[in-house]
């Protein structure tokens, strides 16, 4: 789960982690009461959880509260990159001599964490890592041991950072990664930290994605969860109990088993296609979840074919191919692109049998994965809706 920037902030600051006063504002008036109670020049901050917003427009100056309303009013209900503007953080100005980064973050290559900084904040890091990768200091932390000083020590001057912020920036890189293990984060970032004329460092932005599996251990951030951010299908999923993540293609995915399913996405690539989700439907395939998984997929106005993917193992292929049809039953009119099935493993040859004799025209069986892919991808009309797929 993803928390907006000031939810993220309100957390950094429960840890110590030294952030601007600002207040939350949902409409234009609150923003210009916001502003007054803070006084002074402010930042009116569009939140949403995408990056861009300062480009976008979302991040805007305002020298007194008739301006952060005017600000407020323009701000609020924009659209940056497919996210609406609900609300805005208006936050005091900071007079910025330098601007970082630094985040914590969970490694699975190492399977522990990995810490990192640079001198290069207020840009995208992903910029930073494509024109000038060795501005980023990377140092690996063994969950078990913890962020030492002489990680602390690596980063901050191993990034090169200003003789002025590395005392504080030390001091807030410590309490980020208290942050980052009491709240079972998978990431905590900042971007830009920054030190302020008068030799302040403060978190200038936040970001923080929380591990869904430990939100039970913390109902106070389970709290946080806006379901005005949450894309309608990953909601629906995760209503259904379905294992969705929603990616930026047109071929629907449903498969049985995260490599499977992560398998099927490379090889819909590989045959030219771009995947619209990744679904697992896990060791069961009944008419239940089978229809349940087609009708979150369904539901993305993107999909232009849909391509299910089981290897039987304990889960039998003719079971699954009956839960298919079963499933196409169920969902009528609802299914309106091809569906392209591929069974292997116990009993696919019976489910091949079931599926050859539907009535459906919607039904395409395929040999291979590959097969499958290649299928998937034409029957999508690949060729015509890359464009509006990318």
Not at 61 to 82: S, T, V
Not at 184 to 193: A, G
Not at 231 to 236: H, L, S
Request: hydrophobic letters at 45%.
């Amino acid at each position: 789960m993803d928390l907006f920037e000031h939810q993220a902030k309100e957390l950094f600051a429960k840890y110590g982690v030294a952030v601007p006063r600002g207040k939350v504002a949902w409409s234009p008036s609150e923003a210009e009461a916001a502003a007054a109670e803070i006084g002074g020049t402010v930042v009116v901050k569009a939140q949403v959880q995408i990056g861009g917003r300062g480009k976008a427009g979302g991040i805007q100056l305002a020298k007194d509260p008739a301006e952060a309303r005017q600000q407020a009013e323009r701000i609020l209900g924009m659209d940056i990159r497919g996210h609406t503007v609900r609300r805005v953080l208006v936050e005091q100005a900071s007079e910025i001599a330098a601007e970082y980064y630094v985040a914590i973050l969970h490694d699975r290559a190492s399977k522990g964490f990995l810490a990192m900084a640079s001198a290069e904040g207020g840009v995208e890091i992903e910029q930073v890592a494509e024109e000038n990768p060795e501005a980023i200091v990377k140092v690996l932390v063994n969950p078990l041991v913890g962020l030492r000083s002489y990680h602390v020590n690596q980063l901050v001057f191993g990034a090169g950072f200003d003789e002025r912020a590395r005392k504080g920036a030390a001091q807030l890189l410590a309490r980020l990664y208290e942050v980052f293990v009491a709240a079972d984060c998978m990431l905590v970032e900042v971007n830009p930290l920054v030190l302020t004329t008068d030799g302040q460092v403060i978190a200038l932005d936040g970001k923080v994605s929380l591990d869904d599996s430990a939100l039970e251990r913390h109902p106070d951030l389970e709290e946080l969860r806006d379901t005005f951010a949450v894309d309608p299908q990953e909601q629906a999923a995760k209503e259904k109990g379905l294992n969705y993540i929603k990616l930026d293609g047109y071929v629907g995915i449903i498969g049985n088993g995260a490599g499977l399913v992560m398998s099927t996405l490379d090889v819909v690539a590989q045959a030219g296609g771009k995947a619209a989700n990744f679904l697992d439907i896990g060791g069961g395939a009944s008419a239940e979840t089978m229809a349940a998984g087609l009708e979150v997929i369904l539901s993305d106005p993107k999909v232009r074919s849909v391509l299910v993917n089981i290897f039987g193992g304990i889960t039998r292929g003719d079971l699954v191919a009956q839960g298919i049809l079963d499933a196409l039953d169920r969902l009528g009119d609802k299914v309106k692109v091809p569906l392209v099935v591929r069974l292997d493993g116990t009993n696919a040859e019976e489910g091949r049998a079931l599926l050859a004799g539907s009535p459906s025209d919607k039904v395409v069986p395929a040999a291979t994965m590959l097969d499958a892919a290649r299928k998937a991808v034409e029957l999508a009309g690949a060729g015509a809706d890359t464009k509006a797929g990318a």
